[in-house]
């Protein structure tokens, strides 16, 4: 049992075996402090994981977890939310994960707008295998799929979020853990579909973008006196992929209904408190066969 009180209490005995230096570390422990700030408990939080060095996250945070397939942490997700709503449900992935394999449900959860966060390791590389090209890659970068240099150019996904229907759209630093707490504990809060693309170092496979690159060209909009609710504004700072400088904070926030406010059946109590024993479903069954 663990103790409400406990600060330690999202704490694994399990350890991490990212690489030392790994900004993955940073996005756990900006994830753990999120939770303490927001005063949840481990069985209040589920997270859904797909595959990739991010991903085994899901193994180190005491917490609900599943550690899924590759690109599909969303449908999990989704899934979750839907049986028991009164939970805080994550979702968590790479770019290679999420930006490139589970393309279609990024794409689907934003128009949903299923409340849920989706935090995403952006680190522009498929890291687990030895650092192939991602969606958000720089232009001309050689890996090992792309000897030649990468030939695509980069795509935003705090842009594409935005277009798709997310509610709310935040850009973080790995490196930032205090604004990645705040980050993700105001997209846990947010009800709707919230993306937090956390810049993420990959000191093995793009060692280019390392802390200190990202440290001279990050900045915060908060300090700016920026107004998350212009839409233009958030897509402009999306769009913008120069790489001269890069805006962390919430670019967008909006309000609309959630996916599961809309549905009738989910009115009354959550599906996974509800007695299921008496409902026949031998119908629908025989229907399917
Ligand atoms: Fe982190 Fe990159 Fe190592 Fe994976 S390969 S654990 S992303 S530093």
Redesign the pocket.
Same mark, same amino acid.
């Given at each position: 049992m663990t103790d409400a009180n406990d600060k330690t209490r999202f704490n694994t005995e399990a350890r991490p075996?990212?690489?030392p +230096? &790994?900004?993955?570390f940073g996005i756990q422990a900006s994830i753990k402090k999120a939770l303490l700030a927001l005063d949840l408990q481990p069985h209040e939080v589920a997270m859904a994981s797909g595959i +990739? &060095?991010?991903s085994k996250i899901a193994h180190w945070i005491n917490i609900y977890g599943i550690h899924g397939l590759h690109g599909r942490p969303l449908p999990l997700a989704a899934g979750i939310k839907l049986a028991n709503h009164k939970m805080a449900v994550i979702a968590e992935g790479?770019d290679g994960d999420g930006y490139s394999e589970g393309m279609g449900h990024f794409i689907h959860a934003a128009r949903r707008n299923v409340d849920m966060t989706y935090i995403v390791?952006n680190?522009g590389?498929f890291?687990?295998t030895t650092?192939q090209a991602s969606t958000t890659g720089r232009q001309t970068r050689v890996t090992i799929s792309t000897p030649h240099g990468a030939i695509e150019p980069p795509f935003s996904p705090t842009a594409l979020a935005i277009v798709a229907g997310a509610t709310f759209v935040a850009r973080g630093f790995s490196g930032d853990t205090d604004q990645l707490a705040d980050l993700v504990a105001e997209a846990i809060r947010h009800h709707g579909f919230a993306l937090v693309d956390v810049m993420?170092?990959?000191?093995?496979?793009?060692p280019e973008r390392s802390y200190k690159w990202y440290q001279e060209r990050v900045y915060k909009l908060d300090s700016q006196g920026y107004d998350p609710s212009d839409r233009d504004k958030a897509l402009a700072l999306g769009l913008d992929t120069g790489e001269e400088r890069l805006a962390t904070g919430v670019l967008y926030r909006t309000e609309r209904p959630a996916y599961e406010d809309k549905l009738q059946q989910l009115q009354e109590a959550p599906l996974a408190e509800r007695d299921i024993s008496r409902i026949d479903v031998s119908n629908l069954m025989e229907a399917l066969i």
């Amino acid at each position: 049992m663990t103790d409400a009180n406990d600060k330690t209490r999202f704490n694994t005995e399990a350890r991490p075996n990212w690489c030392p +230096g &790994c900004g993955n570390f940073g996005i756990q422990a900006s994830i753990k402090k999120a939770l303490l700030a927001l005063d949840l408990q481990p069985h209040e939080v589920a997270m859904a994981s797909g595959i +990739g &060095c991010s991903s085994k996250i899901a193994h180190w945070i005491n917490i609900y977890g599943i550690h899924g397939l590759h690109g599909r942490p969303l449908p999990l997700a989704a899934g979750i939310k839907l049986a028991n709503h009164k939970m805080a449900v994550i979702a968590e992935g790479g770019d290679g994960d999420g930006y490139s394999e589970g393309m279609g449900h990024f794409i689907h959860a934003a128009r949903r707008n299923v409340d849920m966060t989706y935090i995403v390791h952006n680190n522009g590389v498929f890291a687990l295998t030895t650092g192939q090209a991602s969606t958000t890659g720089r232009q001309t970068r050689v890996t090992i799929s792309t000897p030649h240099g990468a030939i695509e150019p980069p795509f935003s996904p705090t842009a594409l979020a935005i277009v798709a229907g997310a509610t709310f759209v935040a850009r973080g630093f790995s490196g930032d853990t205090d604004q990645l707490a705040d980050l993700v504990a105001e997209a846990i809060r947010h009800h709707g579909f919230a993306l937090v693309d956390v810049m993420q170092v990959c000191v093995s496979y793009n060692p280019e973008r390392s802390y200190k690159w990202y440290q001279e060209r990050v900045y915060k909009l908060d300090s700016q006196g920026y107004d998350p609710s212009d839409r233009d504004k958030a897509l402009a700072l999306g769009l913008d992929t120069g790489e001269e400088r890069l805006a962390t904070g919430v670019l967008y926030r909006t309000e609309r209904p959630a996916y599961e406010d809309k549905l009738q059946q989910l009115q009354e109590a959550p599906l996974a408190e509800r007695d299921i024993s008496r409902i026949d479903v031998s119908n629908l069954m025989e229907a399917l066969i």
